[in-house]
């Protein structure tokens, strides 16, 4: 019982991290395109971006930290640390920063 239990929550985790085609615009991942309606396309998928990276990146090595846990700054500072650990260019990091901000503390 316990082991379906955090399959489901790892199945549900995933699913809000990464979206879901099956749960359309649910997710609380989703760039809020209505409320940053100033927000240019690019950024739109610049943020889209980061949030596959941060899905496919950072999980690799720890549990996917969201974008609530730390403020803008502290982002800031650790995606300077992970830089040359992940081999990330600027651009990346830049993708990763939108994406974590957006939602940050």
Same mark, same amino acid.
């Given at each position: 019982m316990r082991r379906i239990f955090f399959g489901i929550v790892t199945?549900? %985790?995933?699913?809000?991290?990464? &979206? %879901? $085609? #099956?749960?359309? &615009?649910a997710s609380g991942g989703e760039p809020k395109v209505q409320q940053q309606s100033a927000m240019s396309t690019t950024k739109i998928s610049d943020i889209k971006q980061g949030k596959q990276m941060a899905a496919a990146r950072c999980i690799s090595c720890h549990r996917f930290y969201f974008p609530r846990?730390? %403020? $803008?700054?502290?982002? &800031?500072?650790i995606l300077e640390r992970k830089k040359n650990r992940l081999s990330l260019t600027n651009a990346q990091i830049e993708k990763l #920063?939108?994406? #974590?901000?957006?939602?940050?503390k």
């Open positions: 199945i549900v %985790s995933l699913t809000i991290i990464i &979206g %879901s $085609p #099956f749960i359309s &615009g846990e730390y %403020s $803008p700054t502290q982002w &800031g500072m #920063f939108l994406y #974590f901000k957006r939602d940050a």
